[in-house]
Nanobody, 117 residues
């Protein structure tokens, strides 16, 4: 059974940092590109960052460039999202997604990030 489990969310002040983790099981992790999405309250889900299967390339939403870093450890079946200088508008549930070939994809249940003073 495939599972993606996010962790590392929590309450942080504006300007603070958090490191999210997404641990995968039940899949050959290195065969999947990995994405982080977020969904603010009352809004749609948006792609935040993505990383290739080998971890040699990544892309970011314009709003997070220079502040967020996605990385992965294929030996540990984990993808990370380092978030620095967080802003109040970035309060959201953060989800990881594994994307394989064709329609092969999986989602985690998300972790809540709340940015507030």
């Amino acid at each position: 059974q495939v599972q993606l489990v996010e962790s590392g969310g929590g309450l942080v002040q504006p300007g603070g940092s958090l490191r999210l983790s997404c641990a995968a099981s039940g899949v050959t992790f290195s065969r999947y590109a990995m994405n982080w999405h977020r969904q603010p309250p009352g809004k749609g889900r948006e792609l935040v960052a993505a990383i290739t299967r080998a971890g040699d390339s990544s892309i970011y939403a314009d709003s997070v460039k220079g502040r967020f870093t996605i990385s992965r450890n294929n030996a540990e079946n984990t993808v990370y999202l380092q978030m620095n200088n967080l802003k109040p508008g970035e309060t959201a549930v953060y989800f990881c997604q594994a994307v394989g070939s064709g329609e092969d994809e999986y989602w985690g249940r998300g972790t809540q990030v709340t940015v507030t003073s």
